[in-house]
T-cell receptor
Framework: KNEVEQSPQNLTAQEGEFITINCSYSVGISALHWLQQHPGGGIVSLFMLSSGKKKHGRLIATINIQEKHSSLHITASHPRDSAVYIC?????????????FGTGTRLQVFP | DAGITQSPRHKVTETGTPVTLRCHQTENHRYMYWYRQDPGHGLRLIHYSYGVKDTDKGEVSDGYSVSRSKTEDFLLTLESATSSQTSVYFCAITSSPLSTDTQYFGPGTRLTVL
């Protein structure tokens, strides 16, 4: 079983819909990261959080440390949001210089 | 965008040949990482560096070696490429431990080993 699990694996939506992507992890962590990878490959860091909630534009990331769960929300989705969203954690057990990645959620938003 | 480049961006090579991929940064960040990305797998760490001449293995280091003789350059070498090393390779950098800082990724190198 992977230490970082994402759901769903694939997601399609109509433009304007509210999107939720989930990430569950099984290890103690010091931080959780959300990344975005567009077709063509470039990977961009969206959020790093260790508690609570962060918001950037139409993107909101939340984390519940007790439940070992994080969600990434996209409000008013747009076709340009189509990408793979990757969750990663900084585990406590191996120090703070490595990440464990989920396999990603592929999102397609249709006009 | 963080100043991080990878070269080459695409490479096709034959089994048994040596291959070196270069990651170059202009940010003076301490930590540098090499990952590979394959369908069905998350990004997997090959090797990382926490300073000049200081490197360590990741989870998939077999068949790979690295060198970091300058802060700005981190080289990944496949001594004798195999078809299982066909992948997309990403370099990443960060200035602080990953509990307090995010990683910045290079554009990737697509390597095909025939």
């Amino acid at each position: 079983k992977n230490e970082v699990e994402q759901s769903p694996q694939n997601l399609t939506a109509q433009e304007g819909e509210f999107i939720t992507i989930n990430c569950s992890y099984s290890v103690g962590i010091s931080a959780l990261h959300w990344l975005q990878q567009h077709p063509g490959g470039g990977i961009v860091s969206l959020f790093m959080l260790s508690s609570g909630k962060k918001k950037h534009g139409r993107l909101i990331a939340t984390i519940n440390i007790q439940e070992k769960h994080s969600s990434l929300h996209i409000t008013a989705s747009h076709p340009r949001d189509s990408a793979v969203y990757i969750c990663a954690v900084t585990p406590l057990r191996v120090g703070t210089d490595k990440l464990i990645f989920g396999t990603g959620t592929r999102l397609q938003v249709f006009p | 965008d963080a100043g991080i480049t990878q070269s080459p961006r695409h490479k096709v090579t034959e089994t048994g040949t040596p291959v070196t991929l270069r990651c170059h940064q202009t940010e003076n960040h301490r930590y540098m990482y090499w990952y590979r990305q394959d369908p069905g797998h998350g990004l997997r760490l090959i090797h990382y560096s926490y300073g000049v001449k200081d490197t360590d293995k990741g989870e998939v280091s077999d068949g790979y070696s690295v060198s970091r003789s300058k802060t700005e350059d981190f080289l990944l070498t496949l001594e004798s490429a195999t078809s299982s090393q066909t992948s997309v390779y990403f370099c990443a950098i960060t200035s602080s431990p990953l509990s307090t800082d995010t990683q910045y990724f290079g554009p990737g190198t697509r390597l095909t080993v025939l």
